[in-house]
């Protein structure tokens, strides 16, 4: 086979991450990640209001970073070999688009406006709306949620569509589309952005906007003006079809060739959300979970057709054909804050230190920097290691800081702490924290099991599978299975760069390159069956705090 080289593109919350891989064998050419500037500073967030919008600057500036940043890094004969370029990115993550399928934010009248932005996937701000689809749906008998678990989310982008559309008539009166971030990056690339023409991802159409064949795509044009005439045309200003990642979007485009430094030959393949990617680039088979664990947790399951038959299971992210494989059904789920609750528990610790800190006359400008990068450094490492040491404890927490995904979606939940009492300490709600977010996993398995699906194994991948022993270990046990964890740091880019090696036409089936390209696993957590009793009572505690 003729030497090949693929780009795997992977957006996430923070930053945006590329690997310039060898399509032979799975090698790692170089890689790297490039931080957006301007959410970096969190410009068009209010966290109050659960408002999280990023700019597409953020994007195209970032993703022409870390694509030169690779080839630079790389032998300069490589170049002239890369095949194929892929993309995922977080979802749902819309963006309101003008005729030309422009995001109305790249306009000179909304270039400050957040709601002309990316509507990043923990976004809560359309609840309401969210609400309000779910009652329409129930009210008129409809089935377009049947497949996204039954319960419509405020994190998906129906709901985001309609809650700016409301809210901002400037936005509403120049609006004529949306697209996903997932679709808009391969749409960029290849100089095709108008709505009706793009090929859209069936990842994020079928877990998220209600598209699914058996009503022939998306609900019709009536679905939608009854719920609100503002939304009566943009079925007719979207898609009927939907493409799995195995197909090519284009070729890339002049501009972003000369951009790039890359010949208009390379092949841009169909994107997809992060964790299904991930999930590929993890190593999942047919009944294996994959849990990418970071900034929230995503589980994807791959089962095959005849497991599930005609049931639908519910109260998921859905299950879609060909969302994380063609030929096989992909099922999703997650948790809305992981890594942002462990990062709560470390403000709580050092945030009125650092007041204090920055606030004395007893410290030079230069010393209290250096404490101040040392309290961020170390307090979640100080943190995990006293939990480690706590056997028992009084506390118990739900795991709900930012709501619910699943099971049963629900973002007006909040989390709850109980039995604090004045020996209550930092490492034992930080340990709370954690055995919650496990709590959380467990329930997520369960309603696989439950609802037919088989779990035969479970996999993680992701910041904190890769650098937290004691979260691994405690979900380890808590669920009662064994996690392998893969060994890429960058699971989710691999997977990318798999997809746009069949996308390129080097592999025919994602399988296949799979095979080829992955990297296997680095560690396992054995689950400790001196705890199981322990866990299993508390776990019906978290249920029974769950139902009050």
Same mark, same amino acid.
């Given at each position: 086979?003729?030497?090949?080289?693929?780009?795997?593109?992977?957006?996430?919350?923070?930053?945006?991450?590329?690997?310039? $891989?060898?399509?032979?064998?799975?090698?790692?050419?170089?890689?790297?990640?490039?931080?957006?500037?301007?959410?970096?500073?969190?410009?068009?967030?209010?966290?109050?209001?659960?408002?999280?919008?990023?700019?597409? %600057?953020?994007?195209?500036?970032?993703?022409?970073?870390?694509?030169?940043?690779?080839?630079?890094?790389?032998?300069?004969?490589?170049?002239?070999?890369?095949?194929?370029?892929?993309?995922?990115?977080?979802?749902?993550?819309?963006?309101?688009?003008?005729?030309?399928?422009?995001?109305?934010?790249?306009?000179?009248?909304?270039?400050?406006?957040?709601?002309?932005?990316?509507?990043?996937?923990?976004?809560?701000?359309?609840?309401?709306?969210?609400?309000?689809?779910?009652?329409?749906?129930?009210?008129?008998?409809?089935?377009?949620?049947?497949?996204?678990?039954?319960?419509?989310?405020?994190?998906?982008?129906?709901?985001? $569509?309609?809650?700016?559309?409301?809210?901002?008539?400037?936005?509403?009166?120049?609006?004529?589309?949306?697209?996903?971030?997932?679709?808009?990056?391969?749409? %960029?690339? @290849?100089?095709?952005?108008?709505?009706?023409?793009?090929?859209?991802?069936?990842?994020?159409?079928?877990?998220?906007?209600?598209?699914?064949?058996?009503?022939?795509?998306?609900?019709?044009?009536?679905?939608?003006?009854?719920?609100?005439?503002?939304?009566?045309?943009?079925?007719?200003?979207?898609?009927?079809?939907?493409?799995?990642?195995?197909?090519?979007?284009?070729?890339?485009?002049?501009?972003?060739?000369?951009?790039?430094? %890359?010949?208009?030959?390379?092949? !841009?393949?169909?994107?997809?959300?992060?964790?299904?990617?991930?999930?590929?680039?993890?190593?999942?088979?047919?009944? @294996?979970?994959?849990?990418?664990?970071?900034?929230?947790?995503?589980?994807?399951?791959?089962?095959?057709?005849?497991?599930?038959?005609?049931?639908?299971?519910?109260?998921?992210?859905?299950?879609?054909?060909?969302?994380?494989?063609?030929?096989?059904?992909?099922?999703?789920?997650?948790?809305?804050?992981?890594?942002?609750?462990?990062?709560?528990?470390?403000?709580?610790?050092?945030?009125?230190?650092?007041?204090?800190?920055?606030?004395?006359?007893?410290?030079?400008?230069?010393?209290?920097?250096?404490?101040?990068?040392?309290?961020?450094?170390?307090?979640?490492?100080?943190?995990?290691?006293?939990?480690?040491? !706590?056997?028992?404890?009084?506390? #118990?927490?739900?795991?709900?800081?930012?709501?619910?995904?699943?099971?049963?979606?629900?973002?007006?939940?909040?989390?709850?702490?109980?039995?604090?009492?004045?020996?209550?300490?930092?490492?034992?709600?930080?340990?709370?924290? $954690?055995?919650? @977010?496990?709590?959380?996993?467990?329930?997520?398995?369960?309603?696989?099991?439950?609802?037919?699906?088989?779990?035969?194994?479970?996999?993680?991948?992701?910041?904190?599978?890769?650098?937290?022993?004691?979260?691994?270990?405690?979900?380890?046990?808590?669920?009662?299975?064994?996690?392998?964890?893969?060994?890429?740091?960058?699971?989710?880019?691999?997977?990318?760069?798999?997809?746009?090696?069949?996308?390129?036409? #080097?592999?025919?089936?994602?399988?296949?390159?799979?095979?080829?390209?992955?990297?296997?696993?680095?560690?396992?957590?054995?689950?400790?069956?001196?705890?199981?009793?322990?866990?299993?009572?508390?776990?019906?505690?978290?249920?029974?705090?769950?139902?009050?």
């Amino acid at each position: 086979m003729e030497q090949k080289y693929v780009i795997g593109v992977d957006y996430g919350t923070d930053s945006v991450r590329a690997v310039l $891989v060898n399509a032979q064998n799975g090698e790692i050419v170089s890689e790297s990640v490039c931080y957006y500037p301007r959410w970096k500073k969190q410009l068009y967030c209010d966290p109050s209001k659960n408002i999280y919008r990023q700019h597409p %600057l953020d994007y195209m500036e970032s993703l022409e970073t870390v694509i030169k940043d690779i080839l630079s890094a790389a032998n300069p004969s490589i170049k002239n070999l890369i095949a194929g370029i892929s993309i995922d990115t977080t979802g749902s993550t819309p963006v309101l688009t003008d005729k030309a399928g422009i995001p109305l934010a790249l306009r000179d009248e909304f270039k400050d406006n957040p709601n002309a932005m990316f509507v990043l996937w923990k976004d809560h701000s359309a609840v309401n709306e969210a609400e309000e689809i779910n009652a329409y749906i129930k009210k008129i008998q409809a089935p377009y949620i049947q497949y996204e678990g039954g319960i419509y989310s405020s994190e998906w982008v129906w709901a985001k $569509v309609l809650h700016i559309l409301r809210e901002d008539v400037a936005i509403r009166n120049v609006a004529y589309s949306w697209i996903e971030h997932c679709d808009w990056i391969p749409a %960029l690339l @290849t100089g095709n952005q108008k709505p009706e023409n793009v090929k859209r991802s069936r990842c994020a159409a079928g877990h998220k906007a209600m598209w699914h064949p058996s009503w022939g795509g998306l609900p019709p044009k009536e679905f939608f003006s009854g719920l609100d005439p503002l939304l009566e045309d943009y079925p007719e200003h979207l898609y009927k079809d939907t493409y799995t990642s195995n197909y090519a979007a284009g070729n890339l485009c002049p501009e972003w060739a000369e951009k790039l430094g %890359l010949s208009e030959n390379c092949i !841009i393949g169909v994107g997809a959300f992060d964790c299904h990617f991930g999930a590929i680039g993890g190593g999942i088979k047919p009944n @294996t979970l994959v849990r990418i664990v970071g900034t929230s947790t995503c589980d994807i399951l791959l089962t095959e057709y005849d497991a599930l038959k005609d049931k639908v299971i519910p109260g998921i992210c859905g299950q879609v054909d060909g969302s994380v494989a063609p030929g096989y059904l992909g099922l999703e789920a997650g948790q809305s804050s992981v890594g942002d609750a462990f990062a709560w528990c470390k403000r709580l610790l050092i945030d009125s230190a650092i007041a204090i800190l920055e606030n004395s006359n007893l410290l030079t400008a230069e010393q209290k920097k250096e404490i101040k990068q040392e309290l961020e450094e170390k307090a979640l490492i100080w943190l995990t290691q006293q939990a480690e040491n !706590i056997n028992e404890s009084s506390l #118990i927490a739900t795991d709900w800081l930012n709501g619910r995904r699943t099971p049963d979606a629900n973002q007006r939940l909040k989390a709850t702490i109980s039995g604090l009492s004045l020996a209550s300490t930092g490492p034992e709600l930080y340990a709370a924290i $954690v055995e919650a @977010t496990s709590f959380g996993a467990k329930a997520i398995v369960e309603r696989f099991i439950e609802n037919g699906a088989e779990v035969n194994e479970i996999i993680g991948i992701g910041g904190i599978a890769k650098k937290s022993p004691f979260v691994m270990q405690m979900m380890a046990d808590v669920i009662g299975m064994k996690i392998k964890v893969a060994t890429p740091l960058q699971a989710c880019a691999l997977g990318s760069a798999m997809f746009a090696a069949v996308a390129a036409g #080097i592999y025919d089936d994602i399988f296949k390159a799979q095979k080829a390209m992955e990297q296997g696993f680095d560690k396992e957590y054995i689950p400790d069956n001196t705890k199981r009793a322990y866990y299993d009572e508390r776990y019906k505690t978290y249920q029974s705090l769950g139902k009050k």
